[in-house]
T-cell receptor, first 114, second 109 residues
């Protein structure tokens, strides 16, 4: 399977600031990465599909201007939460699609907005 | 789009007993069905998967069955151990992945 890292693992920020989360595919080139958010005791909610070299595809209800995604290389995708508010506090997880079927997840980033 | 339902939401079993988690899906075009195990605060980990051209797959104590006609698939864990306690998610992949709502499994020693 694929090895995926995420940074930072935890971040606390003040309301109104922006936070960038990095997702790296360490052992293969990922043309597609996915970003999910997960609230406590809930399932994974797909936010967007990140495509290398092109614009991300956002799921319905996800504000693309608030959750900026940049997939600048085959090994790195970033998610920037702009003007964060307490309701943005969540567990953000990225994943890479390996051989178009299997998904391997990063370790997640716990975002707390105060 | 796809709709994946998962049951039960919580499940407690005695150590050594079997656990079964069931999922249904709606999109007949879905062709890949993975199961993930997620421990508290950690990433989901793929534990087993099945493709639509197969009816059953087994890996040691874990097995998955798929009924394409009825559009449901199940995870079976035999001889459960305390370390099996976690949240389990099913998923179905058509054009994209859709996840079930999760089952919190507790194995009582």
């Amino acid at each position: 399977g694929a090895v995926v890292s995420q940074h930072p693992s935890r971040v606390i920020c003040k309301s109104g600031t922006s936070v960038k989360i990095e997702c790296r595919s360490l052992d293969f080139q990922a043309t597609t990465m996915f970003w999910y958010r997960q609230f406590p005791k809930q399932s994974l909610m797909l936010m967007a599909t990140s495509n290398e070299g092109s614009k991300a595809t956002y799921e319905q209800g996800v504000e693309k201007d608030k959750f900026l995604i940049n997939h600048a290389s085959l090994t790195l995708s970033t998610l920037t939460v702009t003007s964060a508010h307490p309701e943005d506090s969540s567990f953000y997880i990225c994943s890479v699609a390996w051989h178009s079927y299997e998904q391997y997840f990063g370790p997640g980033t716990r975002l707390t907005v105060t | 789009g796809e709709n994946v339902e998962q049951h039960p939401s919580t499940l407690s079993v005695q150590e050594g007993d079997s656990a079964v988690i069931k999922c249904t899906y709606s999109d007949s075009a879905s062709n890949y069905f993975p199961w993930y195990k997620q421990e508290l605060g950690k990433r989901p980990q793929l534990i087993i998967d099945i493709r639509s051209n197969v009816g059953e797959k087994k890996d040691q104590r874990i097995a998955v069955t798929l009924n394409k006609t009825a559009k449901h698939f199940s995870l079976h864990i035999t001889e459960t151990q305390p370390e099996d306690s976690a949240v389990y998610f099913c998923a179905a992949r058509g054009n994209q992945f859709y996840f079930g709502t999760g089952t919190s499994l507790t194995v009582i020693p």
